[in-house]
């Protein structure tokens, strides 16, 4: 019963504080055209669809980065398990993997596409390494070296990508 007499004034607060908005301008905007509008904002927003990631025609079109950088990072990633895909934020980060040839020691690789053009830097690639001591595994750095392998693989594989998307535009 005590809280019901917190809650009310709290509740009449926050609904004053929502009278100086003015919503007819939010309203007119989303009633505009096929009523995609966002009501929050207002904005005509078209949204993205998931079944267009990838794909010929929206290269570059609906990911907020360069979706051929995107489409190779993940197939590079593609022989470790995946851990974390942020589309939006255009990181991909993998689970531990140990290599065949090193038993004792793991990999953790992370991909970042930093931008919306093809280019050498839009691409970040960090590989760490734990090696096993015996009774665990020990934090033991990065290895620069594969990383900068890797950034290269997912440069040729987009350059691929975006090659065989001009041939099939093409014919």
Do not use: H
């Not at 004034?9 to 100086?20: E, I, K, M, N, Q």
């Not at 734990?130 to 990383?147: H, K, L, N, P």
């Amino acid at each position: 019963m005590f809280t019901r007499f917190l809650l009310a004034p709290l509740f009449l607060l926050s609904l004053a504080a929502c009278s100086g908005l003015d919503i007819r301008e939010n309203t007119d905007i989303a009633n505009k055209g096929d009523g995609t509008g966002s009501f929050l904002t207002g904005k005509d927003e078209q949204g993205i669809v998931i079944s267009d990631f990838g794909s010929a025609q929206s290269a570059g079109t609906s990911l907020p980065v360069n979706a051929l950088l995107w489409r190779a990072s993940l197939d590079i990633a593609s022989f470790v398990p995946l851990k974390d895909v942020d589309t939006f934020g255009g990181s991909i980060i993998t689970e531990w993997y140990s290599l065949p040839s090193r038993p004792d020691e793991r990999i953790k690789i992370s991909f970042f596409v930093l931008d919306r053009e093809l280019r050498s830097d839009a691409i970040r690639v960090l590989v760490y390494v734990q090696q096993f001591d015996g009774s665990g595994w020990v934090d033991f750095g990065q290895d620069v070296e594969m990383a900068l392998r890797l950034e290269e693989l997912v440069l040729t594989r987009a350059r691929e990508i975006r090659a065989a998307t001009q041939v099939e535009s093409d014919g």
